[in-house]
């Protein structure tokens, strides 16, 4: 491979750093639900949902192509670029991580790579028709489409299920919910292993070790489905804490719907090469699960900060790739010092998260507060059907005559 360069090599392993973190914060897409229902144990769950996500990096190129060939101008970005948009996507998926926030690591490396590139070359080599058709617009409409979608799965699920056994049909939404969520980890291994892909054949292209056009080499597409499976496997507590317990309480019908619909939803977005967030049509489908079954809430005070945090992404993951940017622009010892502040960076939110440990012996062990919302709906009871009068008396004067006295006998009700 000719001019390999070291800040290439720095970029590279960076790049394969974020697959990593978009591997263990995301693993809650695929497998929350199944954990939260009982379906699976959590470390067969996250074993299951890596094996399959290496899977999945195999199965297509077309996200990675609007990375590496749509989103921004391959002209005049330097590797340097690259390696700052990574700054900016890591430590946002290490935050939202800390917090137990399931944001968007796609986003995140989208905003990373959209603000490193405009410090650098300024907001003409980013491509706006590009960042609205296949970025901004797939981020609002497929949580709303994958919503309602399972919304409508889980009350046609709950229809064919109601007049046979409970325990038969728990089994066989579970086992249902099982492939399901085998379908969801194929489906991020399509999509979110190949944003990695496409970054790192971004910056292959800029360092001048490949064509401009080229497709990713065969072993960058192996090199980043190891490193997203290896970061599922590790499994990312805290957020499936969050997604299976604190969005809304499933039950095996609604976990087999909203799975399934995040599924499709991310297998046709792959196939048309939108850069879709997994983590947005997963929460959108668990809500719209949530809300499908008769008596189901979804606690919308968690679903708010999950909702503030997609808002936040794009922006803060750019400002940060802007300001690593600015740095790097300084020369050699600028990235330099860029790269000891994201290793000091990890290392700080790793030790704060040993205050409080999350992991696959506690993980469905706490559930998330409902919201306040959801407790005032809960505290507005109707009255009980029928008479009632046990512990409810009152005293009602009996008539008497205007100028009589109010001391006359009481009626007990």
């Not at 101008?73 to 990574?86: S, T, Y």
């Not at 070790?209 to 496997?233: C, D, E, K, M, R």
């Not at 507590?237 to 969050?242: P, V």
């Not at 079954?293 to 992404?313: E, N, P, Q, Y």
């Given at each position: ?119 650098s070359a300024g907001f003409g080599a980013v491509h706006g028709d590009v960042l ?7 981020a609002v409409a497929a949580p709303v489409v994958a919503g309602l979608a399972a ?107 909203a799975q399934t619909s995040a599924a499709t939803a991310i297998l046709a977005s ?144």
């Amino acid at each position: 491979m000719e001019n390999f360069s070291l800040i290439l090599a720095i970029v590279v392993v960076t790049a394969l750093a974020f697959d990593f973190t978009n591997g263990f914060h995301d693993t809650a897409n695929a497998m929350a639900t199944t954990i939260s229902t009982g379906a699976l144990k959590p470390k067969i769950a996250v074993t299951m949902s890596a094996a399959l996500n290496l899977v999945g990096a195999f199965l297509s190129v077309e996200v990675a192509n609007t990375i590496s060939k749509g989103l921004v101008d391959e002209n005049g970005i330097r590797p340097e670029v690259i390696f700052a948009a990574l700054v900016g996507a890591i430590l946002w998926n290490l935050v939202t991580w800390l917090v137990g926030l399931p944001s968007s690591s796609s986003h995140a490396l989208m905003g990373g790579l959209i603000g490193a590139t405009v410090a650098s070359a300024g907001f003409g080599a980013v491509h706006g028709d590009v960042l609205v058709t296949k970025v901004l617009l797939p981020a609002v409409a497929a949580p709303v489409v994958a919503g309602l979608a399972a919304m409508l799965a889980t009350r046609l699920s709950y229809g064919i299920g109601k007049n046979a056994d409970d325990n038969a049909t728990r089994k066989g939404f579970r086992a249902g919910q099982i492939a399901s969520a085998g379908l969801v980890s194929l489906a991020h291994g399509t999509n979110d292993a190949q944003k990695t892909m496409g970054i790192i054949t971004l910056a292959l292209i800029a360092g001048g070790s490949i064509a401009p056009g080229s497709n990713p080499p065969t072993w960058v597409i192996l090199s980043a489905g190891l490193a997203i499976a290896l970061g599922t496997y590790i499994g990312g507590w805290r957020i499936i804490r969050t997604m299976g317990k604190g969005l809304t309480d499933l039950q095996p019908q609604q976990g087999f719907a909203a799975q399934t619909s995040a599924a499709t939803a991310i297998l046709a977005s792959s196939h048309l090469g939108f850069s879709l967030s997994t983590t947005h049509v997963v929460s959108g489908s668990v809500m719209g699960a949530g809300l499908g079954r008769k008596g189901g809430t979804v606690r919308w005070s968690t679903a708010t900060r999950m909702m503030i945090a997609w808002v936040l992404t794009l922006p803060a993951a750019a400002l940060v790739g802007a300001l690593a940017e600015s740095v790097t622009d300084l020369g050699d010892w600028g990235t330099a010092l860029v790269a000891v502040f994201l290793v000091a960076a990890s290392a700080t939110i790793w030790k704060l998260s040993r205050r409080e440990v999350v992991d696959s012996s506690n993980v469905v062990g706490t559930e998330e507060p409902a919201g306040v919302v959801t407790t005032a709906i809960a505290a507005v009871t109707p009255p009980p059907a029928g008479p009632v009068t046990d512990g409810l008396t009152a005293t009602i004067p009996s008539p008497a005559a205007p100028a009589a006295p109010a001391t006359g006998p009481a009626t007990t009700v």
